[in-house]
C-alpha cells in the first residue's frame, strides 16, 4: 500500500488520485445537477410534476439496485468497477448534447439518460466510500473524509455557478457534454491506482443471505441505525426541496440562469465552510455530539430558504442555503467516519449499500413528493413543507444514546 512515510495523505499518491478522480466526478455532477433541470424548465418546458421525476430519476438507482451493488462490490475488487461506472456516465450524456444539436431532443430522453447515468453513480458511489479504508488506512479515514468531503462541498459551490454560466452562454445540452467530461477526466485518474485491494472472500452462499447480513449490521448497530433514520429524513426532505428549487428561483425569485447557479452554489459555499471546520467541532464538542449538535444548529435555519423574494429579501434564501450545506457537511464527516471506521472489510461494500439504500432511497421519493406539492401549493408552498420537514430531521439522533456521548466507541 502506498502509504505516506509522514502519514499526510498529501503524499499519498493513490489517495490523490482517488480525490483528483472524485473531483472531476463531482464537479461534472454539480454542473449537471443544475443544467439538466434548467434545460427541463426553460427550453423543454417542464412542469412542477416533471421536474419531480427528473430529480427522482437522479437518484433512484439507490433505491432500485442499491443492496445488489454492495454485494457485487464486496464480491469484486472496487477500483475497476469506479473506471467503468465514469466511462458508462461519460456515453450516456454525450447523448444528450448530440440530440439537441439534431433537434431531436426530449424531455423522455433526458430522464431516461438521467436516470441510467444515476445507476452507474449507485456503483461508482458505494465502490469509493468503501476503497477508501483499503487505500488510505482506517487511521486516516477522518482526514481522507474530510479531503473528498471538501472537494465535494467546492463542487457544490463552483459546479452551480459554473453551470448556470455556461447555461447561458452556451445552452444546458451543450453543459451537460462538459459534465460528460468530467466523468471522463475521473476514469483516467482513478484507472492510475495501484494499490492492490484486499481478495474479495465471498462468506455467504446467496445474494439475499449477502444482503441480509449489510443490513442486520447496519439496522442492528444502536449508534448507526439513529444516524440512518437521521439522514433518511433529511434526504427525504431534501428531495422535496431540489424538485421545486430551480422552479422557486426563476418563477418566485425572478432570477437568470447566472442567478440561480449563484444561489444554489451557497449551499455549496456553505458546505465548503463546513469542511474546513468539521475537525474543530469534533475536536471540541466530540464526534458523536457533532453529529447530533451540528444539524440542531442548522436544520433551522433553512426555514429561511422559502421566506426569501426578490431584492434584499434574497439574502434570506441565501442564508438558509448557506446553513444547510454548511451543517450538512460537518454532520457528514463525522458520520461517514464513524462507519467506515466500525465496519469489518468484508462488509464494507454491503454496509455502505445498505446505508445508501436507506437514506438515498428516500431521495427519490422526496423528488416525487416535491414535484406533486409543487403542483398543489406552487413552489413557494412546497418548499415550506419540504423545509419544515427538514427542521424536524434530528429527532432519531437526539432521542438515542447519541446524545449523550461525546465520542463514539471504536467497536
Known sequence: MARSPTGSLWRHRDFLLLWGGETASQVGTRIGQLAAPLLAATALGATPWQMGLLTAAQTAGFLLIGLLAGVVLDR??????MVAADLIRFALLVTVPLAWWFEVLGFGHLLLV???????????????QSVLPSLVGREHLVEGNGKLESTRAAAEAGGPALGGALVHLVGGAATIGGQALGYLMSAAAIARIRTVEPAPVPTRPTVR???????????????????????????????????VLVLFLVGDLGLSEVGVGIAVAVIGVGG????????????????????????????????????????????LTAVGLFADGYGGVVYNVAQVSFRQAICPDRLLGRMNASVRFLVWGTLPVGGLLGGALGELLGPRGALLVACCALA????????SPLRRLRDLPAG
Open 76 to 81: 469484486v475488487r472496487r477500483v475497476p468497477v
Open 272 to 315: 465548503l465552510a463546513g469542511a474546513a471546520t468539521a475537525g474543530a467541532w469534533t475536536r471540541r464538542l466530540g464526534q458523536a455530539r457533532t453529529i447530533v449538535v451540528s444539524l440542531l444548529v442548522t436544520t433551522p435555519l433553512a426555514l429561511l430558504i422559502p421566506l426569501g423574494g426578490p431584492g434584499p429579501l434574497l439574502l
Open 392 to 399: 424536524l430531521s434530528p429527532l432519531p439522533v437526539l432521542l
Open 114 to 128: 438521467t436516470f441510467l447515468a444515476g445507476l452507474a453513480t449507485v456503483f461508482f458511489d458505494i465502490a469509493y
Open 209 to 243: 443471505a449477502e444482503i441480509a447480513e449489510g443490513l442486520r449490521f447496519v439496522l442492528g448497530h444502536p449508534l448507526l441505525r439513529p444516524i440512518v433514520l437521521c439522514t433518511a429524513w433529511a434526504n427525504l426532505a431534501g428531495g422535496m426541496i431540489l424538485a
